[in-house]
């Protein structure tokens, strides 16, 4: 989502107000990016699915981001309350099986044959 705001502030329901939210705005969060590339100041005052670009603002609030922030400062608010920043590791992978040993000795001990019979029958 882009946006040429210069004072931008996030407050009120953005999608959920845990980790574990099941609303559409939630289970997007990997895929959505709030790019304020011209703010200022940025306030988060709600729990935020989603992550923040915003490398020339300010950033303040008493909220969660559930996402990744990047900006030119992060301090706290007036009141001394912080911005929560969520944590969700990566997903671990299933090991993809490697080919047999034998079923990649046999192919290239045939495709050996094969070239060495053709020969013959070239020659």
């Known amino acids: 989502i882009n946006s040429s705001a210069t004072q931008v502030s996030f407050g ?3 999608g959920g107000d845990q980790v574990n939210s099941t ?3 939630a289970l997007s969060r990997d895929r959505l990016v709030f ?5 200022s100041s940025v ?11 915003a490398p020339n603002a300010a950033v303040t609030g008493s909220g969660h981001l559930e996402g990744t922030l990047i900006a030119n400062s992060l301090a706290p608010s007036a009141n ?4 929560e920043l969520g944590y969700e590791p990566f997903v671990t992978l299933s ?3 490697e080919p047999d040993a034998g079923a990649l000795l046999m192919a290239g001990l045939g ?11 070239s020659a």
């Not at 306030?43 to 670009?53: C, D, E, K, P, Q």
């Open 12 to 14: 009120g329901q953005l």
């Open 111 to 121: 495709a050996l044959a094969f070239l060495s019979r053709r020969r013959r029958l």
């Open 80 to 83: 001394g309350s912080k911005l």
């Open 43 to 53: 306030s988060v005052n709600s729990f935020l699915n989603g992550s923040v670009l």
């Open 23 to 25: 609303d559409a705005l």
């Open 95 to 97: 090991p993809v099986p």
């Open 35 to 39: 790019n304020l590339s011209q703010a």
